[in-house]
């Protein structure tokens, strides 16, 4: 692309140069657009971002930053790669009937109408060339090919690492990138670094169960706990109490936020690392494509469709409560309305909504943003998490004033989140009328679909977790059995189980009266609320998790 004179007036408005000096970057760049743009970048004259959104201008598109973005799998798989490289092209993700995709020039006609052939109606943006071949390279590719990336984790070098201040060395810093690297590659929420006595143990949550990973000499405790600490900005210097901070981890195409906890032990200190988001990011933002039961969806998409309202969706960490909340984004987005979203962090960076990140330390708390945010004329209001009062009151008092607000809380299912938020100093007569529906879920283990073998389920077990009738016919259930491809677990992926709440007007009455957990419980089973563990059975008759599964991610009543 030619850095005509139009394009470069556009630079010209935004560069801190004087004339001479913009001269001569034209001259180095040959009057090349690509060049010219990474100068100015390189040179740190400009942002990546705001290169971007010239370039972006000049193309009469908006533009997409790969770094800060979601990609859907599923969606960019539907490009064949040979496509998506020939014509620097890749789909990021896909909203109603219509695809996301970026180019670095879409200006190219003859490639628009080629892509269009394959992938239908189309929204085509503009990213860096660089960026949309990274992310070809990372999403293409099979773990055969990303298993290269880990071969410099050499265990050899660790004997002769002792003393703490070699945490700066190239060869700590690799290994424990290369932990992380490796945490993303697996798919896992969380790494687990644990000093023991003669050694030091890494274990990964995957699927939300704990794998130990490797199994490494003592000495490497210390100073890997010190760079972990380091990057995090934490003091290395203390180590008699608890620390809490967090991670930008850089990769090629994008940055993962990792929030950083230590904690003082007998042998020294433990660090537990979230990883908040994925590098290969194969995620469903769909509703129709996360099991959920045929009535559950049913009555939580109804609510989704009223002008306003609170609806929660409840659950502990990481039980994909913020994938559910933005499929429902999804389900609800339209031109008409507009989306905004207040988080901490932002996990998932969508170019349809407004989104903005709460910042403790700058004054920016859920509560003070959400105050602004009312004034920004939303329609949809996403809050990440209730936590306190005062954000829990601005948000039902939100819904009482023409929003339909979606938002978190941590209870254990769906009946307690009435209580919750009335302990948290919310007026019964504030919560009956603002509160529109809840929706808890887990996300037990999905049985490998390639080993799993069917068995008739024992009257025993069914009765002893069940609601079970003696006399019933016995079920044929699915039984874990472990291969190759599942690591010999049995299990692979995960699934999600529900149950909703459904607020009627006796419902609302019962809340404005105070009534008990357990009468609240009585009318919620009586008109048709049926718990988790109910669900749970259901997806185990369809094979696609275990009993045993259910049972651990479940609490029974």
Same mark, same amino acid.
Request: hydrophobic share 40%; net charge positive; proline share 3%.
């Given at each position: 692309m030619r850095l005509n004179n139009e394009l470069l007036a556009q630079f010209r408005n935004k560069l801190p140069v004087d004339e001479n000096e913009l001269n001569n970057l034209v001259s180095e760049a040959s009057y090349n657009a690509e060049k010219f743009t990474n100068l100015c970048i390189k040179n740190r004259l400009i942002t990546r971002y705001d290169?971007?959104?010239?370039?972006?201008?000049?193309?009469? &598109?908006?533009?997409?930053?790969?770094?800060?973005?979601?990609?859907?799998?599923?969606?960019?798989?539907? =490009?064949? #790669?040979? %496509?998506? *490289?020939?014509?620097?092209?890749?789909?990021v993700y896909q909203f109603g009937s219509s695809i996301t995709l970026v180019m670095a020039d879409p200006s190219d006609?003859?490639?628009?109408? *080629? %892509?269009?052939?394959?992938?239908?109606?189309?929204?085509? =943006?503009?990213?860096?060339?660089?960026?949309?071949?990274?992310a070809i390279a990372v999403y293409y590719q099979t773990d055969k090919d990303i298993n290269d990336v880990f071969k410099a984790f050499d265990l050899g070098i660790l004997d002769r690492i002792t003393d703490e201040k070699s945490s700066e060395l190239s060869e700590i810093i690799t290994i424990a990138d290369s932990i992380i690297m490796l945490a993303l590659k697996d798919g896992a929420s969380d790494i687990h670094i644990e000093p023991k006595e003669h050694s030091c143990i890494i274990r990964f949550r995957s699927d939300g169960i704990?794998?130990?990973?490797?199994?490494?000499?003592?000495?490497?405790? @210390?100073?890997?706990? $010190?760079?972990?600490?380091?990057?995090?900005?934490?003091?290395? $210097?203390?180590r008699r109490k608890p620390q809490d901070g967090r991670i930008s981890f850089a990769t090629s195409l994008k940055k993962i936020d990792i929030r950083v906890s230590t904690l003082p032990t007998i042998y020294g200190e433990t660090v537990v690392m979230r990883l908040l988001g994925s590098l290969f990011g194969s995620v469903t933002l769909d509703l129709e494509k996360l099991n959920i039961s045929p009535e559950i969806h049913k009555g939580f998409t109804d609510v989704l469709a009223k002008p306003n309202g609170l609806i929660l969706v409840t659950g502990p960490t990481g039980s994909g409560k913020s994938t559910t909340l933005y499929a429902a984004l999804n389900h609800i987005d339209s031109p008409e309305s507009k989306i905004l979203t207040v988080e901490d962090p932002v996990e998932y960076e969508m170019f349809n909504f407004t989104q903005t990140q709460v910042n403790i330390k700058a004054g920016r708390t859920f509560a003070t943003i959400l105050k602004s945010v009312l004034r920004q004329d939303p329609d949809v209001i996403l809050v990440g998490e209730i936590r306190d009062s005062e954000t829990a009151n601005i948000a039902a008092e939100a819904a009482l004033t023409g929003h339909i607000v979606l938002s978190t809380l941590h209870t254990n299912n769906a009946l307690q989140a009435v209580t919750r938020l009335s302990e948290m100093g919310v007026a019964p007569y504030v919560i009956a009328p603002?509160? $529109?529906?809840? !929706?808890? #879920?887990? !996300?037990?283990? /999905? +049985?490998?679909?390639? &080993?799993?073998?069917?068995?008739?389920?024992?009257?025993?077990?069914?009765?002893?977790?069940?609601?079970?009738?003696?006399?019933?016919?016995?079920?044929?259930?699915? @039984?874990?059995?472990?291969?190759?491809?599942?690591?010999?677990?049995?299990?692979?992926? /995960? +699934?999600?189980?529900? *149950?909703?709440?459904?607020i009627d007007l006796n419902f609302r009455e019962m809340i404005i009266q105070g009534k008990s957990y357990n009468d609240i419980? @009585?009318?919620? !089973?009586?008109?048709?609320? /049926?718990?988790?563990?109910?669900?749970?059975?259901?997806?185990?008759?369809?094979? =696609?998790?275990?009993i045993e599964e259910i049972v651990r991610v479940t609490a029974s009543d």
């Open positions: 290169a971007g959104m010239i370039l972006g201008d000049h193309f009469n &598109c908006a533009y997409m930053d790969l770094e800060k973005t979601l990609f859907q799998s599923d969606i960019v798989i539907k =490009l064949p #790669q040979k %496509i998506a *490289e020939k014509y620097q092209a890749i789909p006609s003859i490639a628009r109408r *080629e %892509i269009e052939q394959i992938l239908g109606e189309v929204d085509f =943006l503009f990213s860096f060339k660089g960026e949309i071949e990274t704990l794998q130990t990973r490797f199994t490494l000499p003592q000495t490497i405790s @210390r100073v890997l706990v $010190s760079r972990y600490k380091i990057i995090a900005s934490l003091d290395i $210097s203390e603002s509160l $529109s529906g809840v !929706l808890a #879920q887990r !996300l037990p283990r /999905r +049985v490998c679909q390639d &080993c799993k073998e069917q068995v008739q389920a024992k009257a025993e077990d069914l009765q002893l977790y069940f609601s079970w009738k003696a006399d019933t016919k016995l079920p044929m259930i699915y @039984r874990a059995k472990g291969c190759a491809k599942c690591g010999g677990t049995g299990y692979k992926g /995960r +699934v999600g189980i529900h *149950e909703y709440l459904h419980r @009585r009318y919620a !089973l009586a008109h048709g609320y /049926r718990d988790m563990r109910f669900d749970g059975f259901r997806k185990a008759l369809q094979g =696609l998790t275990t």
